[in-house]
């Protein structure tokens, strides 16, 4: 119940930043998120190319390219 001293692993810093794509995340996730990034180069590297690969995907998406989800 002590979202304070939560640390996250890479693993779970990963899978917030991908699933932010499709979920908002709580402020609380994002706080934990914001704090791992800081203290590890590893996924701030990782959360940028993620946001690279999810603009070059919305791209695609848009021009009728990709699979349409609805
Ligand atoms: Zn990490």
Do not use: I
Not at 14 to 39: I, N, W
Not at 50 to 67: I, K, N, R, T
């Amino acid at each position: 119940m002590n979202d304070e001293v939560k640390k996250l692993t890479c693993r779970e810093t990963t899978y917030l930043v991908c699933g932010a794509r499709d979920e908002a995340l709580t402020p609380a996730q994002h706080s934990q998120l914001a704090r791992h990034l800081q203290g590890c180069d590893a996924c701030r590297v990782a959360s940028r190319q993620f946001a690279d690969l999810f603009a070059q995907l919305d791209v695609l998406f848009a021009a009728g390219a990709g699979p349409k989800t609805k």
